[in-house]
């Protein structure tokens, strides 16, 4: 490749041959630092993802706040998750007043929000959390709360724990 103002080159001249090569890594090197400079100063095209939802470190969060994320559980629990007779048959109403079920609700919640809400969620999450997250704690919370169950509870219209939710909340605020 000759660079255009590099001029007439006597192929069997060395020092001709030696130029002609200098000129190309000139304009070839001008190229590559205008490609540079306008690849650095074009903006991304790929928008950057929020990172996905991060679960709740309950002992480490101060009571108020406690109070308000039970509340969004308890939502959340009334509004989807009780959408799933399992769910209702499950999670006991006593169920704010056992921190390892909170725990357990709240990495449910965690793995729903990231198979559903979060913008870089996937069709493999939703499927992961429906065959593996979902039947699995509500499996082990099922065992969990087993010496809590009084009756049977038959499937019907979605259990709402309100009541129960108000009082535990209330105790946090006062603490």
């Not at 509340?71 to 769910?87: K, M, N, R, S």
Request: one cysteine or more; charged letters at 25%; aromatic letters at 8%.
């Amino acid at each position: 490749m000759n660079h255009p103002d590099a001029g007439p080159t006597d192929p069997d001249d060395p020092s001709d041959t030696l130029a002609a090569l200098t000129a190309d890594l000139e304009h070839l090197s001008r190229i590559v630092t205008s490609l540079t400079t306008t690849t650095s100063t074009t903006p991304t095209a790929t928008p950057q993802l929020e990172p996905p939802p991060k679960p709740w470190c309950w002992p480490k969060t101060p009571h108020r706040r406690k109070a308000d994320r039970l509340g969004e559980l308890g939502d959340w629990l009334t509004q989807v998750l009780f959408g799933w007779p399992a769910a209702q048959r499950a999670i006991q109403p006593c169920w704010p007043r056992h921190w390892d079920i909170i725990e357990e609700i709240s990495m449910l919640y965690c793995a729903w929000k990231t198979a559903y809400l979060w913008e870089g969620a996937t069709a493999s999450d939703a499927a992961e959390y429906l065959d593996r997250w979902l039947p699995n704690a509500l499996e082990r919370i099922e065992i969990r709360l087993r010496p809590c169950v009084q009756t049977h509870q038959p499937d019907g219209p979605r259990r709402n724990d309100t009541a129960t939710l108000t009082a535990v909340q209330d105790e946090l605020r006062w603490l």
